[in-house]
């Protein structure tokens, strides 16, 4: 008993913590942010419940989580009300050296069954790094619970001693994409600069430094070097935008 009381102190404590933090992203207009801090903070208020026997404090949970409900659909609400207008837009900073930030941590909340086409445009896709960054972003695309038949890259074209090995490598990973039902459609600019991404159910991502902000491993058998949560990255800002109208590049 001893123990599971102070069980329920404890995810009572972190429901308190999780929800203050909701409380302090939603006044600063952070709503996307706020909104799943409210649904991580209700998510432990009901655990709480769970474990509660005494009827007077059972009805002061339901009533809080009733209220932190109410508050995170209507935040739910207006979100889904920027999307729709096209004014959604949250922004991630990357710190120098900071972990954590794969492709898949990156993008997974965006890839959804109904993605099935995707526009890159990155204008260095051309080292041997930076082929096989490209080689792991269509990897989780294909992994993924989305259905993606069609990916464009457009990006520009080695004119130096690299140009034999970009062609190769990128004929290379077509040909494995096709392997697997899914098309690469391949293009090159000599004027291109911006670096973004595009999925057809909506989502566009602008990552400052492109697909390239991992940091070079320290060594072949060092942590990160296979899992690039765990690899450092170069500082850069992503901001993400939500558009139904999604364009093609």
Known sequence: MARSGLAQDAGSAAAV????????????SRYPQALVCYQEGIDLLLQVL??????????????RISDYMDRAEHIKKHVDQEKEAGKYHKQ????????????????????????????IEDPYIRHTHQLYNFLRFC???????????????????????GKEQQSSGLEE????????????????SSSIHDREIRFNNGWMIKIG??????KKPQSRFSLGYCDFDLRPCHETTVDIFHNKH????
């Open 92 to 119: 991630i900073k990357i710190e120098e050296n900071a972990t954590g930030f794969s492709y898949e941590s990156l993008f997974q909340e965006y890839l959804s069954e109904t993605v099935t086409e995707v526009w």
């Open 17 to 28: 913590t999780v929800i203050k933090r909701a409380l302090e992203l939603e006044s600063e």
């Open 50 to 63: 769970k474990g509660t026997k005494d009827e007077t404090k059972k009805c002061n949970l339901r009533k």
């Open 173 to 188: 990973i077509k040909q494995s994409l096709r392997n697997h039902g899914v098309h690469l459609e391949l293009e090159y």
């Open 246 to 249: 999604t364009k093609k590049i």
């Open 139 to 161: 990897e989780m695309l294909v992994k993924r619970p989305c259905k993606v038949k069609t990916i464009h890259l457009l990006t520009s074209l080695d004119e130096g001693t």
């Open 209 to 214: 430094r492109g697909l390239d902000y991992f």
